[in-house]
């Protein structure tokens, strides 16, 4: 009667730790990846009242097994469904992530590392990524700045949000590419001021500029000048270059020639003094100095300031070229060529072509003045250029030479060549061969876009993150608005050989046991094993509210049961101590 009585003693405490098991589950039925327990029973020991015997061959008689009373149950194990995959629960904040499969974070509270499941992550004030419940630090593996690849070695805290990863570096744009049609009936391809396209690019500093390259037709309808005009600041302003500087751009500063046949012809309310004045209703309007480098003014006595002369010379023969009737601008003015009588050999007298330009600026005395080389007029063969000649095939309209070059069809943009001032820039490589010849209805649609075809050398401005993201295997990038994106680390998981063996440290923590294996320090990248990473998702518990229910009806019942062991065991002892009656 003893023998039940506590029989049934061990019922009752081994199904009220059965209880305990199930409502700490029920508990826990919306802890973030919380993972169920479950609990077997075993037996006691039993008494053995007669061992079994065999046999007997020479009575005949049969063998006996033993005779066992067992003396209760136990609790056997209490095991964790650690490896069953909770459903997901959608949040939409990026830094909560869920895992799928089998591998663990790992944390770390700055002296040991710890175990979890639970993805809900936010960045601290240091740039760290931690936990939102106890504010550990996420480990992971940082980018090799020599590779810019992850670097798989010993697990460290990511820092997302440092002070490097807040912006991305500017870059200098380093090539770009020409495309489209260049219709020779465009009234803008054969007018004075030919085509213009502009460029936008960026130095090293990322700073942004725009340049303005022209293509004017020649006599020749295939064949094409390709030139600088002008380079502008982000805010609209002209950069000073120097004359010399603007030749040299594109070409190398190499002068050439354009057939381009031209009259230009003095008005007739404009003539030249005795002086070389530009006189228009007998009102002087253009002074001619004795200064080379600025040899004409609208004012006289002309000003002693350099930039005021520059500005005066820029205005005088702006008026000249009006004079003359020029439709062009005052620059492509000065790129005429003109007839000119000069000096041979032998003290005989040449013809040469020469640009209004170089009569302008004549320092040396070897051409004629102004007044003289022009005087009410002139046939100009052509025009001087400083660029590249651009060729078509008049059959296929398909672009058949750069410069002369009919094998790359590049052009060469040569900013960080012009020396101090320019050390920011670098140099551009045009690619042309996209630019086509057809007839597009007198529309050209030509047009240039920093970077090659693929998107490479385009170069940047100092780029602000605005995003970061986590890739299903980890890696955390961030966006910055200059379109850039950038590694930052990757997020390193842990994998057991028996993850049931992890023990339970609390706020969804695990620590390593023997059992479980022991963690390398290292980790393992999650895609290895056919795991992945979800973001904006948790896992909820993967506790089954059906089968934790049903399980608790089955425990009340043994718990009954085994109470009434004990009431009808106390029965039979009294009964026995009432036999002294």
């Given at each position: ?11 009752l ?28 029973f ?17 009575t005949?008689?049969g ?12 609790a ?5 469904n650690?490896?069953?995959q909770?459903a ?28 979890t ?21 996420v ?11 992850i ?14 990863n ?5 870059e200098a ?11 020779k009936?465009?009234?803008?391809v054969?007018?004075?001021n ?47 270059m120097?004359?010399?500087q ?12 354009q ?10 309310n ?7 004045n ?10 001619a ?6 040899p004409?003014s ?8 350099t ?17 003359y009737?020029?439709e ?19 003290g005989?007298?040449?013809?040469k ?7 302008i600026?004549?320092?040396a005395?070897?051409y004629?003045?102004l ?6 007029g ?5 025009r ?5 000649e ?7 309209g ?15 943009f040569n900013l ?8 920011n ?14 007839d ?10 920093s ?10 401005r ?11 295997n ?7 608005d ?14 057991f050989?028996?993850?049931s ?34 973001t ?15 399980e ?5 019942r ?14 039979l ?9």
């Amino acid at each position: 009667m003893m023998r039940s009585l506590y029989s049934g003693v061990a019922g009752l405490k081994t199904h009220q730790t059965k209880m305990d098991v199930i409502g700490n589950n029920i508990a826990n039925v919306n802890t973030t990846a919380y993972k169920s327990s479950s609990i077997t029973f075993s037996d006691l020991m039993s008494q053995t009242t007669q061992k079994a015997s065999g046999p007997n061959a020479s009575t005949g008689t049969g063998g006996i097994n033993a005779r066992q009373i067992g003396l209760g149950v136990r609790a056997g194990a209490i095991n964790v469904n650690i490896t069953g995959q909770g459903a997901s629960q959608s949040t939409g904040n990026p830094f909560d992530i869920m895992i799928n499969g089998e591998n663990f974070f790992v944390v770390s509270n700055g002296q040991e590392n710890f175990f979890t499941r639970d993805g809900s992550f936010y960045v601290d004030g240091a740039g760290n990524l931690a936990m939102t419940s106890t504010g550990y630090n996420v480990m992971g593996w940082g980018v090799d700045e020599t590779t810019g690849n992850i670097k798989q070695d010993t697990v460290t805290a990511l820092r997302i949000m440092s002070a490097a990863n807040m912006t991305y570096p500017p870059e200098a744009t380093s090539k770009a590419y020409i495309s489209g049609i260049l219709d020779k009936n465009d009234t803008d391809v054969t007018s004075a001021n030919g085509k213009t396209i502009n460029l936008n690019f960026f130095d090293n500093l990322g700073y942004s500029y725009t340049a303005r390259l022209t293509f004017k037709q020649s006599t020749d309808p295939n064949k094409y000048s390709m030139e600088f005009t002008k380079l502008l600041d982000s805010q609209g302003n002209e950069v000073e270059m120097t004359d010399a500087q603007m030749k040299s751009v594109l070409g190398g500063g190499i002068a050439q020639t354009q057939e381009s046949p031209t009259t230009i012809s003095l008005n007739n309310n404009y003539s030249w003094d005795a002086s070389g004045n530009l006189v228009a209703n007998n009102e002087i309007i253009a002074y001619a100095t004795d200064n080379t480098d600025y040899p004409y003014s609208t004012v006289s006595p002309a000003p002693t300031d350099t930039a005021e002369m520059a500005a005066e010379n820029e205005k005088a023969i702006a008026l000249i070229a009006k004079a003359y009737g020029y439709e062009g601008a005052a620059s492509e003015f000065q790129n005429l060529l003109i007839p000119v009588e000069v000096a041979g050999e032998n003290g005989t007298t040449i013809t040469k072509n020469v640009s209004i330009n170089d009569i302008i600026y004549d320092s040396a005395g070897a051409y004629p003045s102004l007044d003289t080389a022009l005087g009410a007029g002139a046939e100009s063969p052509g025009r001087v250029f400083y660029g590249y000649e651009v060729e078509f095939d008049s059959d296929t309209g398909k672009i058949v030479s750069v410069g002369g070059n009919s094998t790359t069809f590049t052009s060469a943009f040569n900013l960080a060549d012009l020396g101090e001032g320019f050390t920011n820039f670098s140099n551009i490589e045009i690619d042309m061969s996209n630019v086509s010849m057809y007839d597009n209805k007198g529309t050209s649609t030509i047009g240039a876009t920093s970077g090659d075809v693929n998107g490479l050398g385009t170069g940047r401005r100092l780029g602000d993150m605005i995003g970061v993201s986590v890739q299903n295997n980890g890696m955390i990038y961030a966006s910055y608005d200059n379109g850039m994106t950038k590694l930052l680390g990757q997020i390193a998981s842990a994998s057991f050989a028996n993850a049931s063996g992890l023990e339970r440290a609390g706020d969804n923590l695990y620590s390593a046991t023997l059992n479980s294996g022991e963690f390398d320090g290292v980790g393992v990248d999650i895609t290895a094993n056919g795991g992945y990473m979800s973001t904006g998702q948790l896992e909820m518990s993967n506790v089954d509210l059906s089968s934790e229910f049903t399980e608790m009806i089955t425990t009340q019942r043994g718990f009954q049961a085994n109470s009434r062991i004990i009431t009808v065991s106390d029965t039979l002892l009294e009964e026995l101590t009432n036999l002294k009656r």
